[in-house]
């Protein structure tokens, strides 16, 4: 059995699942063809409502894949309105995007869900 502190990223999930018997906390997942829709989508999510960008991925052939999290109205919010921001002028297309009230704790295995802003730890080399 593994401690509390074996696994940064599942203490994270336990915190914010101060259970879904709450306030259920949420993923939204957007993924878009282009870096500038990328982008103006991640920004808009930001602005848009209380949520946090988990993680930003670039895939083959331009798919930009943005994963956020946070309680579930601000999650629905955010995903719709970037959804709706997202301009042909940018030249990016939305490929599709799905929310996840509630994710299951196993669901960590298959999608680290670990903050972009969360501090990793750095390796100082000595001369």
Do not use: F
């Not at 696994?7 to 994270?12: H, L, V």
């Not at 709706?84 to 994710?103: K, T």
């Not at 669901?107 to 730890?121: C, F």
């Amino acid at each position: 059995m593994r401690g509390m502190n074996a696994c940064p990223t599942a203490a994270i999930i336990a915190a914010l699942r101060v259970g879904c018997k709450g306030m259920a906390i949420a993923l939204g997942v957007i993924e878009t063809l282009g870096m500038p829709g990328a982008l103006a989508v991640a920004d808009a999510m930001g602005k848009s409502a209380d949520v946090q960008i988990v993680r930003m991925e670039t895939i083959a052939g331009g798919r930009v894949t943005i994963v956020i999290r946070g309680a579930t109205g601000a999650v629905k919010a955010a995903v719709e309105g970037a959804v709706v921001s997202l301009s042909p002028a940018l030249r990016s297309r939305l490929l599709g995007y799905h929310i996840v009230p509630c994710p299951q704790d196993s669901l960590d295995v298959i999608l680290p869900l670990r903050s972009l802003d969360t501090p990793t730890e750095v390796e100082w080399l000595d001369d």
